[in-house]
């Protein structure tokens, strides 16, 4: 699954959590074109590495390091972004437990704000739904949600987002 550009609003949410201490999420992953667009507050507790794949933004330097050393293949570096990020299930995994058609079989957890920005989401296997749900419960903010969509659904509302500008 090739990663997509994200709506401003859900990088800001993201980055906004990432640097709340109070607040689980650890690391926000930025595709090129978002790492080329978003503009944050450059702070000395805060890191923000580029690799080719995207730019990882953390304030835990041991991140940094998995980021920077994770492997180069694809597998290898979804892995890598698996653990960077806290997710239950790394790509890979979800691909194969969906017997190669992650579109038809995987969902997608999101916790989200109270504004419906996404703050963090996991692409998850059927099998792995309710530990996902789980995991990303506590990233959810007062007022927001968990929100469970199809891989099409999550393309589809980034498109529809990042049109209107948001």
Do not use: N
Request: proline residues 8%; contains cysteine.
């Amino acid at each position: 699954m090739i990663p997509t550009p994200e709506p401003v609003r859900d990088i800001r949410a993201q980055i906004a959590a990432v640097l709340d201490p109070a607040h689980p999420k650890r690391a926000c992953f930025l595709v090129p074109e978002d790492f080329q667009s978003i503009r944050h507050d450059h702070r000395d507790d805060v890191y923000l590495k580029a690799r080719p794949e995207g730019a990882l933004l953390t304030m835990d330097l041991g991140l940094i390091t998995v980021f920077q050393t994770a492997p180069s293949d694809q597998d290898g570096f979804d892995r890598a972004m698996a653990e960077i990020l806290g997710y239950p299930e790394a790509k890979p995994d979800v691909v194969t437990a969906c017997e190669g058609k992650p579109f038809a079989r995987a969902k997608v957890v999101q916790a989200r704000d109270k504004d419906g920005s996404v703050i963090t989401e996991a692409c998850c296997s059927p099998g792995w739904l309710e530990v996902t749900q789980d995991t990303l419960r506590s990233h959810v903010t007062q007022g927001g949600s968990l929100v469970v969509l199809t891989p099409l659904e999550v393309l589809g509302r980034r498109i529809l987002l990042r049109e209107a500008g948001e």
